[in-house]
């Protein structure tokens, strides 16, 4: 019996086969978990479908999370059709290419607005939603990186919202706590995702961190997964308000995250 066995929990953020989401997704599929999914557009609809149908998911439904009568619509078709929720895992995160390239300074108001919209105050929103089905209380994680609290050359305005991603986190975790919903974040290791591939010299980053990491190599989506799914299941049921590094231990070493 799987620690995930009779719960049912969204995933949001599958772009496709390579997402962070993925792993974890196929790690809550593993352990039992019930599944719905979210798709932003026809052109990400023909990616996801296919993958969530895979997973047996008995809900797919389109989300942008920029829009609050969506959000509120994507939700009550959740309550429609599960009438609650036991988990929410939140893997969403953009910024305008330019803006992951050369120096920080030079980021517009534009950029900066649209990547902390996206990256952090939608977790917020989600959460907002999902605790109201969690009558019984629950489990939130959501996906962050060391670019929050360390200067990562190329991630620029990234950082900052992965930053308030992660202080979200710890608010969040504080005001649902008494209603028994835990919130915590996975910072994750560096891995070759669609969305990563935004980031200029993505390669050699990940070189870099496969080097400096205490295993000596770099971190697996399925890794972050089977971590994740641990998160969302009562086996954690003691730890809310926590950022759980998945990175071989990158981030307690010595070297730097930066680009030689």
């Given at each position: 019996?799987?620690?995930?066995?009779?719960?049912?929990?969204?995933?949001?953020?599958?772009?496709?086969?390579?997402?962070?989401?993925?792993?974890?997704?196929?790690?809550c599929?593993?352990?039992g978990?019930?599944?719905?999914?979210?798709?932003?557009g026809?052109?990400?609809?023909?990616?996801?479908?296919?993958?969530?149908?895979?997973?047996?998911?008995?809900?797919?439904?389109?989300?942008?999370?920029?829009?609050?009568?969506?959000?509120?619509?994507?939700?009550?078709?959740?309550?429609?059709?599960?009438?609650?929720?036991?988990?929410?895992?939140?893997?969403?995160?953009?910024?305008?290419?330019?803006?992951?390239?050369?120096?920080?300074?030079?980021?517009?108001r534009?950029?900066?607005?649209?990547?902390?919209?996206?990256?952090?105050?939608?977790?917020?929103?989600?959460?907002?939603?999902?605790?109201?089905?969690?009558?019984?209380?629950?489990?939130?994680?959501?996906?962050?990186?060391?670019?929050?609290?360390?200067?990562?050359p190329?991630?620029?305005?990234?950082?900052?919202?992965?930053?308030?991603?992660?202080?979200?986190?710890?608010?969040?975790?504080?005001?649902?706590?008494?209603?028994?919903?835990?919130?915590?974040?996975?910072?994750?290791?560096?891995?070759?995702?669609?969305?990563?591939?935004?980031?200029?010299?993505?390669?050699?980053?990940?070189?870099?961190?496969?080097?400096?990491?205490?295993?000596?190599?770099?971190?697996?989506?399925?890794e972050?997964?089977?971590?994740?799914?641990?998160?969302?299941?009562?086996?954690?049921?003691?730890?809310?308000?926590?950022?759980?590094?998945?990175?071989?231990?990158f981030?307690?070493?010595?070297?730097?995250?930066?680009?030689?």
């Amino acid at each position: 019996m799987g620690i995930l066995e009779g719960k049912k929990g969204l995933i949001l953020g599958v772009a496709n086969d390579k997402s962070i989401a993925w792993g974890v997704t196929q790690a809550c599929k593993r352990e039992g978990a019930e599944l719905g999914f979210n798709y932003l557009g026809e052109m990400l609809e023909k990616r996801v479908r296919p993958l969530a149908e895979s997973m047996d998911a008995t809900l797919i439904e389109p989300l942008d999370v920029s829009d609050d009568a969506q959000m509120d619509g994507f939700f009550e078709m959740v309550e429609k059709k599960w009438g609650k929720l036991d988990f929410l895992v939140h893997s969403i995160a953009f910024a305008n290419k330019d803006a992951l390239k050369g120096n920080f300074r030079d980021t517009s108001r534009a950029d900066f607005q649209l990547a902390l919209d996206i990256s952090a105050y939608s977790f917020i929103a989600c959460a907002q939603r999902a605790s109201k089905l969690m009558s019984e209380g629950g489990s939130m994680v959501t996906m962050s990186y060391l670019g929050a609290v360390r200067a990562v050359p190329n991630y620029n305005v990234m950082g900052v919202a992965k930053a308030a991603l992660e202080a979200s986190t710890r608010y969040l975790a504080q005001d649902l706590g008494r209603d028994g919903i835990r919130v915590n974040a996975v910072s994750a290791g560096p891995i070759r995702t669609l969305a990563a591939s935004a980031v200029g010299d993505f390669r050699k980053l990940m070189d870099k961190s496969a080097r400096g990491s205490m295993l000596g190599r770099n971190v697996s989506q399925e890794e972050v997964g089977n971590t994740t799914a641990y998160l969302l299941s009562d086996m954690a049921s003691g730890v809310s308000g926590e950022v759980h590094y998945v990175d071989n231990g990158f981030h307690v070493g010595a070297g730097d995250p930066g680009i030689e």
